[in-house]
């Protein structure tokens, strides 16, 4: 006798702490931006020249112009506040240098949320933001594994534990799944249950449905025609096969709000995290108004870290900033 439909809204950027007063979000993030900008480009070997810092100049006048229009500055500055803090911790929590179309932003260079030179390496902004193609900007963040909570941990405290969530994820029942739950209720024999589930071929980059199983497999169809209860399991499992078993939370997507999230979207507690988590899985909870952030733990930047510790032991310092990508001695192993 009820029906309730949400309403799709549009994103709804937090106001991030960092706009300085009496500026707009655009008129904070030029001004870092061009400050970040000169700043990279003294730090330059050899120093660039005059029509090399106007070229780059040039440039990060453009992306900023574009990100205005579009209206994401909020965004970029809510990334950078977050990158820029983790950088600036003692020791430093080791960031990415750039994933994806991301990195061909000089302005993300310049507000240090990449360390790759878009211009050097000739790449292309309008991969990343193109106005033609209007849509929420996305950068994957890849932070050191261990230390990923930390960041994590600074968005809540710098915008309101009632306003950042981790998002819901649901795992669905898959063929192997399927015909081990089913069995365990049908109160069949486990060795039974498990000989049968052990013939559906596991495949996580492709699942294998459980009718291609049978189909694929002469032995599951023997059982099946042989064994009346066989049968009645496979028929089951097929029927509860694809639906929804368990939450989790999504590895790496954080959605901050503008108002209490409460507000926004109905919420869940996990009992293994402080957090809260949205009910709504990631494309409804961006329908709903709300950006996401990737905060991608990479054990990579983990194993690069110690490395640089051992060697920081053995007297050798290493900016892994300034390591040369034309290194003879890499390409040859």
């Given at each position: 006798?009820?029906?309730?439909?949400?309403?799709?809204?549009?994103?709804?950027?937090?106001?991030?702490p960092k706009v300085q007063a009496g500026m707009t979000e655009g008129e904070t993030l030029r001004a870092m931006a061009i400050e970040g900008l000169a700043k990279?480009?003294?730090?330059?070997?050899?120093?660039?020249?005059?029509?090399?810092?106007?070229?780059?100049?040039?440039?990060?006048?453009?992306?900023?112009?574009?990100?205005?229009?579009?209206?994401?500055?909020?965004?970029?500055?809510?990334?950078?506040?977050?990158?820029?803090?983790?950088?600036?911790?003692?020791?430093?929590?080791?960031?990415?240098?750039?994933?994806?179309?991301?990195?061909?932003?000089?302005?993300?260079?310049?507000?240090?949320?990449?360390?790759?030179?878009?211009?050097?390496?000739?790449?292309?902004?309008?991969?990343?933001?193109?106005?033609?193609?209007?849509?929420?900007?996305?950068?994957?963040?890849?932070?050191?594994?261990?230390?990923?909570?930390?960041?994590?941990?600074?968005?809540?405290?710098?915008?309101?534990?009632?306003?950042?969530?981790?998002?819901?994820?649901?795992?669905?029942?898959?063929?192997?799944?399927?015909?081990?739950?089913?069995?365990?209720?049908?109160?069949?024999?486990?060795?039974?249950?498990?000989?049968?589930?052990?013939?559906?071929?596991?495949?996580?980059?492709?699942?294998?449905?459980?009718?291609?199983?049978?189909?694929?497999?002469?032995?599951?169809?023997?059982?099946?025609?042989?064994?009346?209860?066989?049968?009645?399991?496979?028929?089951?499992?097929?029927?509860?096969?694809?639906?929804?078993?368990?939450?989790?939370?999504?590895?790496?997507?954080?959605?901050?709000?503008?108002?209490?999230?409460?507000?926004?979207?109905?919420?869940?507690?996990?009992?293994?995290?402080?957090?809260?988590?949205?009910?709504?899985?990631?494309?409804?909870?961006?329908?709903?108004?709300?950006?996401?952030?990737?905060?991608?733990?990479?054990?990579?930047?983990?194993?690069?870290?110690?490395?640089?510790?051992?060697?920081?032991?053995?007297?050798?310092?290493?900016?892994?900033?300034?390591?040369?990508?034309?290194?003879?001695?890499?390409?040859?192993?």
């Amino acid at each position: 006798l009820c029906a309730v439909m949400a309403e799709e809204k549009k994103p709804e950027l937090p106001v991030c702490p960092k706009v300085q007063a009496g500026m707009t979000e655009g008129e904070t993030l030029r001004a870092m931006a061009i400050e970040g900008l000169a700043k990279r480009l003294d730090a330059m070997r050899p120093a660039p020249d005059e029509a090399t810092r106007t070229k780059y100049g040039e440039r990060l006048d453009y992306e900023l112009g574009v990100i205005e229009k579009m209206g994401f500055p909020g965004y970029f500055l809510i990334v950078a506040d977050f990158i820029q803090w983790a950088k600036a911790q003692t020791p430093p929590i080791p960031v990415g240098p750039g994933r994806g179309s991301g990195a061909g932003s000089v302005a993300a260079w310049a507000l240090l949320i990449t360390d790759l030179d878009p211009l050097r390496f000739g790449l292309l902004f309008e991969r990343f933001l193109n106005p033609e193609r209007v849509s929420m900007p996305d950068f994957d963040i890849d932070f050191c594994q261990d230390r990923r909570d930390e960041v994590i941990r600074y968005v809540v405290k710098e915008y309101g534990a009632d306003r950042v969530a981790q998002i819901i994820t649901f795992g669905k029942l898959q063929a192997k799944a399927a015909v081990r739950d089913v069995g365990r209720v049908l109160g069949m024999p486990y060795g039974q249950v498990d000989k049968i589930a052990s013939l559906i071929p596991f495949n996580p980059a492709k699942p294998v449905t459980l009718s291609q199983a049978i189909e694929g497999e002469q032995r599951l169809q023997d059982m099946r025609d042989a064994d009346e209860q066989v049968a009645r399991l496979l028929d089951i499992a097929q029927q509860v096969e694809g639906l929804y078993r368990n939450a989790s939370t999504h590895a790496a997507g954080v959605v901050i709000g503008r108002k209490p999230l409460i507000e926004i979207v109905p919420l869940y507690r996990d009992p293994r995290s402080e957090m809260l988590v949205t009910q709504y899985s990631m494309k409804y909870a961006e329908a709903a108004s709300l950006v996401k952030f990737d905060f991608l733990g990479l054990k990579t930047l983990t194993v690069i870290e110690r490395a640089l510790e051992i060697l920081k032991g053995q007297g050798v310092d290493v900016d892994i900033a300034a390591i040369p990508l034309d290194d003879p001695k890499t390409y040859a192993m």
